[in-house]
């Protein structure tokens, strides 16, 4: 019984460690793509070119115009 016991100890510990890392890692993410459209945006408003904004993006010219178009938040 406790080896079951201490096994799910172990999985739900193991599980919430987990779901911290994610939350950080998601938190992260938000921030970076907040960035990114910051950037896009005064990179555009500087007069580089779409196609190499969405290059040095990695992403598409069409997600580019998604950004500039959008309100900033």
Do not use: C, N
């Amino acid at each position: 019984m406790t080896k079951i016991t201490s096994e799910w100890d172990r999985t739900l510990r193991e599980i919430r460690k987990a779901a911290k890392r994610r939350a950080k890692a998601d938190e992260a993410h938000r921030g970076a793509t907040e960035d990114l459209r910051t950037f896009i945006r005064a990179a555009r408003h500087a007069g580089v070119p779409i196609t190499q904004i969405a290059s040095e993006a990695q992403i598409s010219r069409q997600a580019v115009y998604d950004v500039l178009e959008a309100r900033p938040s």
